[in-house]
């Protein structure tokens, strides 16, 4: 800022646009800090009971007084902005909003790669996905309204949901009365590299924290086996594939 700003009332328009901007990140920072430490305190499964309930009643808010100061109205927990979109832009929307999310998770790794090196940076990763995979099962549980076990069924249908699901493109392969073999056959990340004649980005490591926390949250039942995953080596026609089987009940405590 070129001049000496003491309060808010000396910010320009522009830059007071600025502000509001980052009053969103802080209580987007806010809200998911209060998720990690309801989760440390008080456990993982209380943590996703609470997130449930504040995201259902914060959304209200939220979106109630958004509409008022802005002139749209809610329909159904909905902004009217959203739900009256033509389908082509809605579904160009939320493809918009998943590539950011994956941009986001570039930026975050590129960052700590620059300033910790590569070590720290896939450490910090790999942690990230043990956390937020069972978080994103959860929520896709939730808005799917699946029940406790809902079975490798309601497995495949949560796999569709994933935000990964919105940028890449996944297939479902070998399938048997109690086990599949889900596929990544394109992958964004891996493509962008292939592009620039890179190596593949040796994700097995994340892999390993991600989908297996997803499928057991999804159902306690499904164990999940790592058929090939970079740096693994792995056919043209898919980067990584991984088996899922579900277990008898009995062998569950």
């Known amino acids: ?23 969103l990140h802080r209580a987007m920072m806010h809200h998911a800090l209060w998720f990690s430490e309801v989760s440390h305190q008080l456990g993982r499964e209380q943590a ?39 389908e082509a832009e809605l579904n160009a929307l939320k493809e918009s909003v998943a590539v950011n999310w994956l941009a986001n998770d570039g930026v975050w790794f590129q960052a700590l790669e620059k300033n910790r ?27 799917l309204d699946l029940p406790e076990h809902p079975g490798l069924a309601g497995l495949k249908q949560a ?17 048997t009365s109690n086990s599949f073999v889900f596929r990544m056959s394109e ?26 926390t997803f499928a057991e949250t999804i159902d306690a039942r499904i164990k999940t086996e790592c058929i090939a995953c970079p740096p693994d080596e792995h056919p043209d026609n898919w980067y990584c ?4 089987t579900l277990e008898e009940a009995s062998s569950v405590s």
């Not at 800022?1 to 009053?23: C, G, W, Y």
């Not at 569709?160 to 479902?172: C, I, M, P, S």
Request: aromatic residues 10%; charged residues 25%; glycine residues 6%.
């Open 1 to 23: 800022m070129p001049k000496t700003v003491m309060t808010q009332q000396d910010l320009s328009h522009q830059e007071n646009a600025r502000l509001v901007i980052d009053f």
């Open 48 to 86: 996703y009971e609470v997130l449930a309930e504040v995201t259902e009643r914060s959304s209200q808010i939220l979106f109630q007084r958004l509409g008022k100061t802005l002139g749209f109205a809610v329909n159904d927990g909905v902004p009217t902005p959203f739900s009256d979109l033509p």
């Open 117 to 143: 090196g590569m070590h720290d940076a896939k450490r910090c990763n790999d942690s990230c996905w043990s956390n937020f995979s069972p978080l994103e099962a959860q929520m896709i549980k939730k808005f």
């Open 159 to 175: 796999l569709g949901f994933r935000l990964y699901a919105t940028v890449n493109k996944q297939e479902v392969v070998e399938e």
């Open 187 to 212: 992958c964004r990340v891996q493509a962008a590299r292939k592009r620039k004649n890179m190596a593949d980005y040796p994700c097995k490591s994340g892999g390993m924290a991600e989908y297996p």
């Open 241 to 244: 594939a991984w088996k899922f």
